[in-house]
């Protein structure tokens, strides 16, 4: 079964100094990985997805995944934090569940992430 | 273009109230789904439709109804509201072809508190 865990809880950095949000997952097959962001009292928007074309993962607003399938991993980078990144990340893995192609999102359970001045 | 609408925002019911959440996508997506979010545990699946008159369950269906008939519409039923459905309800909708993971656009949510 697939299944996701994102090793932090919550992390904090300084604002101009990187970020890493780690993230494992399990699969029996060749996943699909995504990361969500949610900011306070919003909905979740795409970050990026991995879907076995190139392992490093470019998505929206400088940040960054590598599929590393030797170690299970997906961890979220990005070289410098913004105040504006403060959110809660969710790394998701998804599966079909319907011969119409439909594909499950199973979540981890999110990483807040907090930007000190 | 709208994207994913969710209405109501906010709602308060009374134990035994029942209620239905509106969702409405105009992307034309064939796949659309209900989830809760509740504190350390990410969003759990309740259940999702692949096309109009086709809903199945996901992991936590128990006490939830859906339909879908049309399209755009997929209405989530709470039938009989208990404490244990207090939490975040997010409706999200896909497209869908040959098992392709294609991003899942959500709503901004439903807040249910359940007294």
């Known amino acids: 079964a697939q299944s996701v865990t994102q090793l932090d809880s919550h992390v904090s950095v300084s604002e101009g100094t990187p970020v890493l949000l780690r993230c494992n997952y399990s699969?029996?097959?060749?996943?699909?990985l995504f990361w969500y962001v949610q900011h306070p009292n919003k909905g979740l928007q795409l970050l990026l997805k991995?879907?076995?074309?190139?392992?490093l993962v470019k998505g929206i607003n400088g940040f960054e995944a590598e599929f590393k399938k030797s170690e299970t991993s997906f961890h979220l980078t990005k070289p410098s934090a913004h105040m504006s990144d403060a959110a809660e990340y969710f790394c998701?893995?998804?599966?079909?569940?319907?011969?119409?192609?439909?594909?499950?999102?199973?979540f981890g359970q999110g990483t807040r992430l907090t930007i000190n001045p | 273009n709208a994207g994913v609408t969710q209405t109501p925002k906010f709602q308060v019911l009374k134990t035994g109230q029942s209620m239905t959440l509106q969702c409405a996508q105009d992307m034309n997506h064939e796949y659309m789904s209900w989830y809760r979010q509740d504190p350390g545990m990410g969003l759990r699946l309740i259940h999702y439709s692949v096309g109009a008159g086709i809903t199945d369950q996901g992991e936590v269906p128990n006490g939830y109804n859906v339909s879908r008939s049309t399209t755009e519409d997929f209405p989530l039923r709470l039938l009989s509201a208990a404490p244990s459905q207090t939490s975040v309800y997010f409706c999200?909708?896909?497209?869908?072809?040959?098992?392709?993971?294609?991003?899942?656009?959500f709503g901004p949510g439903t807040r249910l508190t359940v007294t």
């Open positions: 998701v893995v998804s599966r079909p569940i319907s011969l119409q192609g439909a594909q499950k999102l199973v």
């Open positions: 699969s029996s097959y060749s996943p699909s």
């Open positions: 991995y879907t076995s074309a190139a392992t």
């Open positions: 999200a909708s896909s497209r869908t072809s040959g098992g392709q993971s294609y991003e899942q656009y």
